[in-house]
């Protein structure tokens, strides 16, 4: 307690002069540097990502031309139809042209390939 005695009892801390005067104009000045921070930094991040996700858009491009991919949807046709779901109407009304597709019905059941020559003399007596 000796020691508090030896402490002045008066203020020693000073006030710079003309401190509160200029206190809410400073603080609102950083208050709006902070925004500024943030939006800059917000923008940056948004822009990052975006450059991230059109990387792996373009480099990771998903295909259709999957081999793995059509076989799956050439074993769900099967199912469908061996389950009795689909008939022969409901796959011919899902092609884009149902003409070309019996068509490749026919030339794989007959085996012989469209537009060939040899085959001609057949088509013509069979169906004409």
């Known amino acids: 307690m000796k020691q508090m005695k030896n402490i002045p009892k008066e203020n020693i801390f000073q006030i710079p002069e003309g401190y509160f005067d200029t206190l809410a104009q400073r603080t609102r000045e950083r208050k709006r540097e902070r925004k500024a921070r943030q939006v800059w ?3 940056i991040a948004a822009a990052a990502v975006l450059a ?3 990387f792996f858009a373009i480099s990771h491009e998903t295909s259709f031309e999957d081999p793995n991919f059509q ?5 769900d046709i099967e199912l469908f139809i061996s389950a009795g779901y689909w008939d022969e109407l409901d796959i011919l009304g899902m092609a884009e042209n149902p003409n070309d597709l019996l068509d490749e019905i026919i030339a794989s059941e007959w085996d012989y390939e469209l537009g060939d020559e040899r085959n001609t003399f057949i088509e013509t007596e069979i169906f004409y």
């Open 41 to 43: 930094i917000s923008g």
């Open 52 to 54: 991230v996700g059109m």
């Open 71 to 75: 076989s799956n949807v050439d074993q």
